[in-house]
């Protein structure tokens, strides 16, 4: 059964940091591609950050110079590290595991951590 759980959410109040950690088990961690996406309230899921195997990062243009995304292979997780963090940062994170496999993409969610920046 594969499993991705999230942790770390909360409350900030802006300019500050928080780390989310997304622990995965089920999978081969090192095939996949991993990746944060975050909802905020009313809008739809976006891209956030994603880590390729080899470690190379991605990032949206809004979240540039602010969140950065590791993984550890060997531990089967992956980290975004938040800071400067601004209200519009807020909402639900989730962690994507995914990988090619034949023509079609595997792809696997967490269940999500708040993320609230107020205050």
């Known amino acids: 059964q594969v499993q991705l759980v999230e942790s770390g959410g909360g409350l900030v109040q802006p300019g500050g940091s928080l780390r989310l950690s997304c622990a995965a088990s089920g999978i081969i961690f090192s095939s996949y591609i991993m990746s944060w996406h975050r909802q905020a309230p009313g809008k739809q899921r976006e891209l956030v950050a994603a880590?390729?195997?080899?470690?190379?990062?991605t990032y949206a243009d809004s979240v540039k110079g602010r969140l950065t995304m590791s993984r550890d292979n060997a531990k089967k997780t992956v980290w975004l590290q938040m800071s400067s963090l601004k209200p519009e940062d807020t909402g639900v994170y989730y962690c994507?595991?995914?990988?090619?496999?034949?023509?079609?993409?595997?792809?696997?969610w967490g269940q999500g951590t708040l993320v609230t920046v107020s205050s």
């Open positions: 994507n595991a995914a990988r090619a496999v034949g023509g079609a993409t595997l792809t696997y």
């Open positions: 880590i390729s195997s080899g470690n190379i990062t």
